[in-house]
């Protein structure tokens, strides 16, 4: 499996940053009373949006070729940064391509930077 450059930010900016536990249960209304609430999955995948600024060098040279040829387009999974702790550990990721629009989106940044928005799934986290 990939890892996530070194070359690369190895996490997203605080202020862009948000983490979106995944909800595997299901709520039925019933005709009578509280509705009922059961769990329909075990397995979720939590979601991590953000922002990472780059150099337009890091862009070109490592990003770009990292999600377009590594990752087919973003759709292979890959090995990245945990962001919710300090670095202990990693997740198994992919990123979050809605159908018809691109993995991630760059903007300008000052004069010689991209901003960089993405959402990641995470599918697990490997301990160190």
């Keep these: 499996m990939a890892t996530w450059p070194a070359d690369l930010p190895q996490y997203f900016e605080a202020d862009s940053y948000s983490y979106e536990p995944g909800s595997g249960v299901i709520r039925t209304q019933m005709d009578a009373g509280p509705p ?49 702790d300090d670095g202990d550990t990693t997740i198994d990721a992919r990123f979050i391509i809605p159908t018809g629009q691109a993995p991630y989106v760059a903007t300008p940044f000052q004069s010689s930077a991209l901003k960089v928005s993405f959402a990641l799934e995470e599918i697990e986290v490997n301990e160190s």
């Excluded at 397995?43 to 990472?52: D, E, T």
């Design 36 to 84: 009922k609430v059961r769990r329909r999955f075990t397995a979720v995948y939590n979601v991590h949006r953000g922002a990472m600024i780059m150099s337009r060098t890091q862009f070109t040279t490592y990003f770009q070729p990292f999600v377009d040829t590594t990752l087919g387009g973003g759709v292979l999974e890959f090995i990245f940064p945990n962001p919710i």
